[in-house]
């Protein structure tokens, strides 16, 4: 594999790195102009609704799909993993108690790591035991938080149920219907992983210092947790909200854009084209709605996609359809971010690994705008 640090090019003014190659990895791929994804060379298209998320984490974390033999070792290495540490059992409740959901899982992750048996080592076969364990534990995170949050217990995870089906258990306390279980799991498959994205990029450039794969994690989380990134997924549902019938997107999205203000949950640099996994999304916010009589927000967002794309030819992204799949889902909107993270830690894992296996140093150079030659003077003359 090739340095990442070697692809960085010359083109010191490009702000936010746009067209700069920040690495090589065989994670995951973007054609942004046909508007395609790949994980591992497989097209995300001929992996949706064929894969379960836990045959998902398989191919990103160790690099093939899995036979049957080996995604039953891995569901039973998942159900063994969900187990919190007892540091992280002693400050739940306390963390909950104050912090919002992507505060308290950047916290919680990090004193995960402390609990963790192989927290010295970044060999390989401790980082796949450690990416394991982070799959396992962060979907439990996020219950946890709000069952304490909310006064509530959240049950035992099933080990009868995969990450979603759990993820749904824990979180709204009845056993989901298959096809709830089903659309999350679609869900976190199209979540997992993004070739280069602001969260992913952080966990490289921690790895890289050779700190430990829950740190990188940590750093991450903290990313993701911004509105222009995991944080836009909520601003949507927002959005959403605002809105107080179909008839009046057109004038809300007007509204918005005379006072300069973003549309959230449309356009995404890395395509030019829509979005693949918006489509995807959209298709399982279509099938909830129809499958719970109730289909108001599917059809305010669709009407969104028609205004925004008539007033400003921008497609919808990841985030757009996701909002009103995961409520139609019964998942409170403050808990939208966690779930995107949960799914993501596939990915940074694997990017975590895919690091350290081949590390150099990442340390970009900077283009230097501020003054020259100043000269001190004494302060009274100042």
Not at 23 to 32: E, H, N, Q, R, V
Not at 140 to 168: D, M, Q, S
Not at 307 to 335: C, I, Q
Request: with cysteine; charged share 20%.
């Amino acid at each position: 594999m090739a340095d990442p640090a070697s692809h960085l090019i010359a083109a010191r003014s490009s702000r936010g790195f746009a067209d700069v190659v920040a690495a090589s990895t065989a994670l995951s791929d973007i054609d942004g102009r046909a508007g395609r994804l790949f994980y591992r060379g497989y097209d995300i298209h001929d992996l949706l609704g064929r894969v379960s998320f836990e045959e998902c984490v398989h191919l990103l974390q160790r690099g093939t799909l899995p036979t049957q033999r080996q995604l039953d070792d891995l569901h039973a290495n998942l159900a063994a993993a969900r187990t919190l540490g007892p540091t992280v059992e002693s400050v739940l409740d306390q963390v909950s108690a104050t912090a919002r959901p992507m505060e308290a899982l950047r916290t919680l992750v990090s004193v995960a790591g402390s609990d963790d048996p192989d927290k010295d080592s970044n060999r390989p076969d401790a980082n796949q035991r450690k990416a394991v364990r982070l799959v396992a534990q962060l979907p439990v995170l996020v219950a946890r938080y709000h069952a304490a949050r909310t006064g509530t217990l959240a049950p035992e995870p099933e080990p009868g149920l995969g990450i979603a089906g759990n993820l749904l258990y824990q979180i709204t306390g009845k056993p989901p219907e298959p096809e709830l279980q089903a659309a999350l799991d679609e869900s976190l498959v199209l979540y997992a992983d993004h070739t280069m994205n602001a969260s992913t990029f952080a966990a490289r450039v921690c790895a890289a210092t050779l700190s430990d794969m829950h740190s990188a994690v940590v750093a991450a989380v903290g990313t993701l947790k911004g509105p222009l990134h995991g944080g836009a997924i909520q601003a949507v549902m927002a959005m959403l909200e605002s809105i107080p019938n179909v008839d009046a997107v057109e004038a809300a999205v007007d509204d918005r854009l005379a006072r300069g203000e973003r549309i959230m949950g449309f356009g995404l640099r890395a395509y030019h084209a829509q979005d693949p996994r918006a489509r995807h999304l959209a298709r399982i916010s279509r099938q909830l709605s129809e499958a719970q009589g109730v289909d108001y927000y599917y059809r305010l967002s669709v009407r969104l996609q028609e205004t925004v794309l008539e007033h400003r030819g921008l497609y919808p992204n990841v985030d757009f359809y996701a909002a009103s799949v995961f409520h139609a889902l019964g998942v409170p909107t403050e808990l939208f971010p966690a779930l995107t993270a949960s799914a993501r830690t596939a990915g940074w894992t694997a990017h975590v690994m895919e690091q350290h296996l081949d590390n150099r140093l990442i340390r970009p150079d900077s283009e230097y705008v501020g003054e020259r030659d100043q000269k001190w003077v004494p302060i009274e003359e100042r």
